[in-house]
């Protein structure tokens, strides 16, 4: 086990994890490498060349915008994003960016941030994965002072062309310690049982032995929380992610408008809770309503580039959080203190499941299509769900092998390259195909034929055999056959 839940949980801004907070981290990295190397005053200019499915959608996902940010020393987690429309205008107006924001360069964007459609890989004779991108810093002279190539390999992170390398050939090698390392379910669920844990209590421990580990940012737990003890700390770091997704919820419900980008897409959460609130008394189905609303809600504000949390990536960063909200708004517990705990288990069991995508498979939409994404979303939940309800081991296996046996061979095919069509109605599916999967689950007395680590094999390979144009191109499919306007 190599990834922590706060990896696969982490707060950024829309409205891509792959194409707007990977590149804007990678950015952020290739300018505080200038800086240790005490190269960044010697920087006369800098070209980023971006290709593969970077190249292709990258103006509708806004890696434009997320290279220029990382570059001036912004970071997804914590880049204001009143404050984004203000610092691009600066640089697009004086053809002047500071590195760091320190270090003036000369930076047009058509001369500078270079988009290679006809290209998918950095070097075409290496296929790699498919959203590349090399930085370059020359000095006044023209000679390279520094070049790096990075990969933004989904959900938001990114690995050097070396690390790239290194970890496909060692991608069965352990480097974290913790006391409860799993490569499979199996073996997972092995461990589990064998120690008399139920999975968030091993995934629990796992967080705490990483605790030491400062390459992992965690969230701050906010004014209040108890952080007696290391389980105390990772459960408010925990809590702090969901009150994030809470706020991201609740202005995706409230704000509405136009979302940008040119497909004239209008904010459809606002109006559909409105009615809820009016109607839904009346509705045997409104839990399942709502299910859709949160979900809709938190991507449409993704779409709009606001803050969410990466779950375990942008485009399907509803999914989560509209199970959570299912959990804490219409499932009956005693005490709020129960409740909570639930929670903890929720989002630590969906962590657990989506770390055995994200180390056996993929997240990335340009690499497997939507069913790393959007899939994955709706296992996790779906073996959440079933943790927070106080599910076994195995029925919450079951659940996450059935969602995303549901998902298999989805596409990701967003018209014009925006975040927005098919991506918000497909979290609402998503996340109430989770609940569908718990309670189908829950009420299986006598096993299942097809486990969990054989649907994310199956999962992986179908990814790999799809068609590059189905995979987060926008090449195919909608956004093909599906006039803009």
Same mark, same amino acid.
């Given at each position: 086990?190599?990834?922590?839940?706060?990896?696969?949980?982490?707060?950024?801004?829309?409205?891509?994890?792959?194409?707007?907070?990977?590149?804007?981290?990678?950015?952020?990295?290739?300018?505080?490498?200038?800086?240790?190397?005490?190269?960044?005053?010697?920087?006369?200019?800098? &070209?980023?060349d971006l290709y593969g499915s970077l190249a292709l959608t990258g103006h509708g996902h806004g890696t434009d915008r997320a290279i220029?940010?990382?570059?001036?020393?912004?970071?997804?987690?914590? /880049?204001? !994003?009143?404050?984004?429309?203000a610092e691009l205008a600066a640089i697009r107006t004086t053809g002047t960016l500071y590195l760091l924001d320190r270090e003036p360069? !000369?930076?047009?964007?058509?001369?500078?941030?270079?988009?290679? *459609?006809?290209?998918?890989?950095? =070097?075409?004779?290496?296929?790699?994965? !498919?959203?590349?991108?090399?930085?370059?810093?020359?000095?006044?002279?023209?000679?390279?002072?520094?070049?790096?190539?990075?990969?933004?390999?989904?959900?938001?992170? &990114?690995?050097?062309?070396?690390?790239?390398?290194?970890?496909?050939?060692?991608?069965?090698?352990? @480097?974290?310690?913790?006391?409860?390392?799993?490569?499979?379910?199996?073996?997972?669920?092995?461990?589990?049982?064998?120690?008399?844990?139920?999975?968030?209590?091993?995934?629990?421990?796992?967080?705490?032995?990483?605790?030491? =580990?400062?390459? &992992?940012?965690? !969230?701050?737990?906010?004014?209040g929380a108890s952080t007696s003890t290391p389980e105390d700390q990772i459960k408010a770091s925990i809590l702090t992610l969901w009150?994030?997704?809470?706020?991201?919820?609740?202005?995706? &419900?409230?704000?509405?408008?136009?979302?940008?980008?040119?497909?004239?897409?209008?904010?459809?959460?606002?109006?559909?809770?409105?009615?809820?609130?009016?109607?839904?008394?009346?509705?045997?189905?409104?839990?399942?309503?709502?299910?859709?609303?949160?979900?809709?809600?938190?991507?449409?504000?993704?779409?709009?580039?606001?803050?969410?949390?990466?779950?375990?990536?942008?485009?399907?960063?509803?999914?989560?959080?509209?199970?959570?909200?299912?959990?804490?708004?219409?499932?009956?517990?005693?005490?709020?203190?129960?409740?909570?705990?639930?929670?903890?288990?929720?989002?630590?069991?969906?962590?657990?499941?989506?770390?055995?995508?994200?180390?056996?498979?993929?997240?990335?939409?340009?690499?497997?299509?939507?069913?790393?994404?959007?899939? /994955?979303?709706?296992?996790?939940?779906?073996?959440?769900? /079933?943790?927070?309800?106080?599910?076994?081991?195995?029925?919450?296996?079951?659940?996450?092998?059935?969602?995303?046996?549901?998902?298999?061979?989805?596409?990701? =095919?967003?018209?014009?390259?925006?975040?927005?069509?098919?991506?918000?109605?497909?979290?609402?599916?998503?996340?109430?195909?989770?609940?569908?999967?718990? *309670?189908?689950?829950?009420?299986? @007395?006598?096993?299942?034929?097809?486990?969990?680590?054989?649907?994310?094999?199956?999962?992986?390979?179908?990814?790999?055999?799809?068609?590059?144009?189905?995979?987060?191109?926008?090449?195919?499919?909608?956004?093909?056959?599906?006039?803009?306007?």
């Amino acid at each position: 086990m190599n990834t922590s839940l706060f990896e696969l949980f982490k707060i950024g801004i829309g409205p891509s994890s792959s194409h707007t907070v990977g590149p804007m981290r990678a950015a952020l990295r290739f300018a505080q490498t200038l800086d240790a190397a005490d190269q960044l005053a010697d920087a006369a200019h800098v &070209i980023v060349d971006l290709y593969g499915s970077l190249a292709l959608t990258g103006h509708g996902h806004g890696t434009d915008r997320a290279i220029l940010l990382g570059l001036i020393g912004e970071a997804p987690d914590t /880049v204001d !994003p009143a404050l984004i429309d203000a610092e691009l205008a600066a640089i697009r107006t004086t053809g002047t960016l500071y590195l760091l924001d320190r270090e003036p360069i !000369p930076f047009t964007e058509g001369e500078h941030l270079l988009f290679h *459609r006809n290209q998918m890989y950095p =070097d075409p004779a290496v296929h790699t994965h !498919p959203n590349g991108m090399r930085f370059t810093a020359f000095d006044s002279a023209g000679n390279i002072l520094a070049r790096e190539t990075f990969y933004s390999v989904g959900g938001g992170f &990114i690995l050097s062309a070396s690390e790239f390398a290194a970890q496909q050939e060692s991608k069965t090698t352990t @480097t974290r310690t913790v006391p409860y390392p799993f490569r499979s379910a199996e073996e997972l669920l092995a461990i589990a049982a064998a120690h008399n844990l139920s999975i968030a209590e091993l995934l629990l421990a796992n967080e705490v032995a990483l605790l030491s =580990d400062t390459t &992992i940012n965690r !969230p701050t737990p906010g004014s209040g929380a108890s952080t007696s003890t290391p389980e105390d700390q990772i459960k408010a770091s925990i809590l702090t992610l969901w009150r994030t997704m809470q706020q991201c919820t609740e202005r995706g &419900i409230t704000t509405e408008g136009i979302l940008p980008g040119g497909l004239n897409v209008r904010r459809r959460a606002p109006r559909l809770a409105r009615r809820l609130e009016t109607e839904g008394s009346k509705d045997p189905l409104a839990p399942m309503d709502w299910v859709t609303v949160y979900a809709m809600a938190v991507n449409e504000e993704n779409a709009a580039g606001g803050r969410v949390v990466t779950a375990p990536t942008n485009g399907a960063a509803g999914v989560i959080p509209a199970i959570a909200h299912y959990y804490m708004r219409f499932i009956d517990e005693a005490t709020p203190e129960e409740k909570e705990a639930g929670l903890i288990r929720y989002f630590l069991t969906a962590a657990a499941i989506g770390i055995l995508y994200k180390e056996n498979a993929s997240i990335s939409g340009a690499e497997v299509g939507c069913q790393g994404e959007v899939g /994955v979303a709706c296992s996790m939940a779906a073996g959440g769900l /079933v943790a927070a309800l106080n599910g076994t081991n195995a029925q919450i296996e079951h659940a996450a092998e059935i969602a995303m046996e549901h998902n298999l061979g989805m596409t990701c =095919d967003p018209i014009g390259g925006l975040v927005q069509i098919p991506c918000i109605e497909r979290n609402g599916m998503g996340a109430v195909k989770a609940i569908n999967a718990a *309670r189908m689950s829950m009420h299986e @007395t006598l096993g299942h034929k097809v486990s969990l680590d054989q649907v994310i094999a199956t999962m992986y390979q179908t990814g790999l055999d799809m068609q590059s144009r189905y995979k987060e191109t926008s090449l195919a499919g909608l956004a093909l056959n599906i006039i803009e306007c």
